[in-house]
């Protein structure tokens, strides 16, 4: 592998503005070969573009010995390379077991929760744009867009990974993990191995080492047309969006937190886009989506073409309901608002 | 298998009005499984609907005394329900060496067209709206949308086969393979081994018996998921046709065969949009888009952001071309068209 992919992703980076002059990157630093090569990048990349750089490692509590070398090893490459180094030990077996959790989920969890703690602090402290950055590439797209497509989650599912969420970057989405070993081996970098392999639950191992590689017998390119797809799939996202957004200026009226929508109007957009507008009319009440399932969706949009009175629940203490053919989102003892 | 599923199709062809009293029906009957189900319920349903029914087997020259065996099978059934029934023979290996096509595309081609002639001929002769009722289920559905997928092809790819499409309707697409068969079993009913499973290509064949299966165990519920993938994308393909109308009813100008679309104005919408604007602008002109490929898209939509006059190369003699910030299709040899 030669250096042609460190030059594409610094203009990959560079197109999609994923790191400007005087932003904060904060770096996933697990110590596997995709953070490694990614820490690597941006130290590369910190000769071209003023950035400040800090790797994080999570200690995650579990794999005794063999985590206690990750951190090891993490701490030393960071400051054999001059970068800034924290790291934080969380809880993930108790955590897990606390909340009914698999070790997976528990664990990429208290992952992001400490990320965004140490981003938030960071930024407080200096007042600087403060970004994460996460080293998924292409094979993890692709396992992300299958993973969907089979549990039926739709557009948003089939998007899969953001290039850029929020505060989060992911750089290294365009590219292929046997790119990134490549690029490791020819620059002799020596990393952790991913122990996770074997301990994480059995969908996403079995996606990654069965049906992909069954998938790219039937077409060679199969995980980059996965990581298309998914692009297109995102770009629609934020088309429906901006359609959904015009919407509910157009026919939507917002006051101390409910919103009325106009039914006539609604029932003249295609489900899809109905089931997107109620996202975004509860994510404007409530801040964030979080709680909100497809079922809410699907209830909210069944009760337009219910008759007046009906109501359905909705996450933290809202409801929906339907008076004088409008569509009313409020909390569950609020007043209703005219439209 | 209760006859429960004869009524919920029956409930599904109503819900859709794919077939409507009075219309004709031209059944593609190979006399395996799918089809002979197809052909039984649809007898069924002409005791609720008042219809035309015809079977049609298309002899594919291949497998001799095998499709021999199938082609009497199929008339013997049709007679024996009292269906009328036609037959034509056509000759898949000879199509298929001249055009340099595997033996099931070549059959693919060709059965179509038969039909197709068959569905003609009769409508003419009567006058009366005439469709071809197609076997294709939910297993098939879910093959198609991972073969698109895997090949990259974008929304239209993953909406895979639709429920009515032109003059063609496809019954069975919300039910399992395995619900025909069980419902077959119940009813007594042989049918012909569809031998294809071994003859077809390695694609289709390794999706089917070895992919899916591996989805499966992913998610139990993944073929139904696919399924359902595929009904959004279709919503969301229809919904992008009407935007993309909408756009050139405002946008374009459309004279003499060529068309004239301003490009300051494609230029406000999404990649995807404008690839299905380009998309529709060529189906005006031509009529069809089956010669259109994804490159001819991508080939139109980099010349709007190159210099005026460039043009490129589009099938059936028609050239894309920039002049003065308008975008305009023509034949080659034609004049331009002023906005």
């Not at 490459?77 to 989920?105: C, H, M, Q, Y």
Request: aromatic fraction near 8%; proline fraction near 2%.
């Amino acid at each position: 592998m030669q250096k042609g992919i460190d030059t594409e992703l610094f203009l990959y980076i560079k197109k999609y503005k994923l790191i400007l002059p005087g932003e904060q990157i904060l770096l996933a630093f697990s110590g596997g070969g995709d953070s490694l090569y990614l820490l690597y990048l941006l130290k590369e990349l910190q000769k071209h573009i003023a950035f400040s750089l800090e790797a994080m490692h999570v200690h995650h509590g579990i794999r005794g010995e063999k985590a206690e070398r990750d951190l090891q090893f993490s701490e030393n490459k960071a400051k054999e390379w001059g970068i800034p180094f924290t790291s934080v030990r969380v809880d993930v077996p108790a955590f897990s077991s606390e909340n009914g959790l698999g070790l997976e989920e528990a664990g990429r969890i208290l992952r992001y929760e400490a990320l965004e703690k140490r981003r938030a602090e960071w930024e407080a402290k200096t007042g600087v744009l403060t970004k994460i950055a996460l080293a998924q590439h292409m094979d993890d797209q692709a396992e992300t867009v299958i993973h969907n497509l089979l549990r039926g989650s739709g557009i948003s599912g089939l998007s899969g990974m953001k290039r850029e969420e929020g505060h989060r970057i992911r750089p290294l989405l365009s590219i292929r993990k046997q790119d990134i070993i490549g690029r490791l081996h020819v620059l002799s970098l020596q990393y952790m191995e991913d122990e996770s392999n074997e301990d994480l639950q059995f969908t996403r191992n079995y996606i990654r080492n069965s049906l992909i590689p069954a998938m790219e017998k039937v077409n060679t390119r199969a995980v980059q047309h996965l990581s298309k797809e998914a692009e297109l799939m995102n770009e629609l996202e934020l088309y429906l969006e901006k359609k959904a957004a015009d919407f509910l200026q157009c026919f939507g009226t917002e006051e101390e937190g409910k919103i009325a929508i106009s039914i006539s109007n609604l029932k003249e957009e295609p489900a899809f886009l109905r089931r997107e507008i109620y996202r975004m009319a509860v994510r404007r009440l409530q801040g964030e989506i979080r709680d909100l399932s497809g079922s809410h969706l699907y209830a909210l949009d069944s009760l337009i073409f219910a008759g007046s009175g009906k109501r359905t629940e909705l996450p933290k203490g809202y409801i929906g309901e339907i008076r004088n053919k409008v569509l009313y989102l409020r909390k569950r003892d609020g007043k209703v608002l005219d439209l």
